[in-house]
C-alpha cells in the first residue's frame, strides 16, 4: 500500500505562487513516476502536470504550461508542484497520484496510469 500527503494549499491572491509537496511512503518510490491532478467544483479531475521515475521527462496540460513546475526528489520521497502566476481558474483541489507501471520511462497524463491517490489540498486563487 502506499500512502500520498498532500501540503502546501491555501488561498492566494491572481499572480501569486504556491508550492505543493507529495510525500509518499509505503514502497520503493524511485521507481514510480508521479502526477499531480486538479478538479475544480463541477468539474472532472484532470491532469496537471506529471513526471518519470528519474524526473527526466515531464509533461504539463497546455493550460498550466510555462507556470507550472514538477519535480521529483528521490531521496525525500517527496513530488513537488511549484505554482507561479496563479489565475483564479487554476482553483481547485490538488491531488498527488503514483504511478502503477514501474520504471515508465516518460511522464504520462492518463489518469488510468494512476494507482494511488492522496487526499488532497485545496488552492484558492482570489481575483
Known amino acids: 500500500q502506499v500512502q500520498l500527503v498532500e501540503s502546501g494549499g491555501g488561498l492566494v491572491q491572481t499572480g501569486g505562487s504556491l508550492r505543493l509537496s507529495c510525500a509518499a511512503s509505503?514502497?520503493?518510490?524511485?521507481?514510480?513516476?508521479m502526477g499531480w491532478f486538479r478538479q475544480a467544483p463541477g468539474k472532472e479531475r484532470e491532469f496537471a502536470a506529471g513526471?518519470?521515475?528519474?524526473?527526466?521527462?515531464?509533461k504539463y496540460a497546455d493550460s498550466v504550461k510555462g507556470r507550472f513546475t514538477i519535480s521529483k526528489d528521490n531521496a525525500k520521497n517527496t513530488v513537488y508542484l511549484q505554482m507561479i502566476s496563479l489565475k483564479p481558474e487554476d482553483t481547485a483541489v490538488y491531488y498527488c497520484?503514483?504511478?502503477?507501471?514501474?520504471?515508465?520511462?516518460?511522464?504520462?497524463?492518463?489518469?488510468?496510469?494512476?494507482?494511488?491517490w492522496g487526499q488532497g489540498t485545496q488552492v484558492t486563487v482570489s481575483s
Open positions: 497520484a503514483a504511478g502503477r507501471i514501474a520504471w515508465l520511462p516518460a511522464a504520462t497524463p492518463k489518469l488510468s496510469d494512476y494507482q494511488y
Open positions: 509505503g514502497r520503493p518510490f524511485i521507481w514510480s513516476g
Open positions: 513526471i518519470n521515475w528519474s524526473g527526466g521527462s515531464t
